[in-house]
């Protein structure tokens, strides 16, 4: 059975993403890690944990805190999202407590996984990359045991997502978390997937989506992605600081199914100071990155919607 593990900083795509991985029958998940990154990291774990324990079908799956800290914080008005999510009803009618959290942080966690594995890991990061590259620091050759990195950041756009007043503008928020993370990572021989701003463009929270969702909501995986998404704007009329696009439900549902997107080889460098820093960009002297720079678009929907109907009635 192919491994994965899941390092995530508690948005509400990162939550919704958790719940996805937890529908593939075809898939082990060995390990979370949650960043208090894109949230309060005590609701995100919190979730987290219910939401293995509601929708998780009898796995038990540890869970580790991160102690990764940002050279610059996500808004605290996303951040707290986590805490809504955590008292969503669907997610705390029949709560036990009953799944574990590891005593370790994340980035421990990690390298025992890595280190105790028989086979190489497929890793699946949709927050900073700030775990790994701890990982990577300490156990160098640890990276041998890492069979593909899938990655939610970067973008090789001249326009990123960062809206802040001492940057210009060209980074995406989770290489801008943390720049000298995605410098380490990418100094490392692990194979590379970017899910890109130049796919996840392509697939925002719109009303249309929300409305088939609610078409569906009699089963209690649609009703999940209703309820967590109706915390978030969609795109309506034009693109705000604050819509919503599904990036880690992307990067979640490539990794699991790769005919889902189109993908390039490019080579990239990031930009770890300065006005720019978090930035990433094309240079031929940069290191070989698969970018997602395309989505089926129709076909990804149909694919999470029908993961998600796995939840019985
Ligand atoms: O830059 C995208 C990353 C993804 O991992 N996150 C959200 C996703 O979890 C940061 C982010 C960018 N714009 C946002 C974000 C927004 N409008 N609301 C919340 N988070
Ligand atoms: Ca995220």
Redesign the pocket.
Known sequence: MRKIYYN??G????LVGLFLLLQDPNIELVGVGVVN??CYVEPALSASLKIIEQFGHHQMIPVAESTSRPRNP??QA?RE?AFTIDALPILNNHYTHQSSMIELPAHEHLTHLLKDSDEPIDLVF??PLTDLASVLKTNPSLQDKVNHLYW??GTFLAEG??QEPHHDGTA???AFWDPEAVAIVWQSNIDITMVG?ES?NKVPLTNTIRFDWAQDREFPGIDFLGQAYSL??PMAFIQ??????L??VL?VAYALNSNLAMHQTVNGKVVTHGVSQGRTYQDISGRPIQLVYDVHHDDFFEFITSLAKNVKR
């Open positions: 995530h900083d948005g509400v795509d990162d990154g894109d996500f808004p996303w999202h949709v927050g939610m950041g997502n960062v995406e928020w989770n701003l996840t978030v704007p705000t600081n604050s819509t919503y696009f990036w880690d990067t």
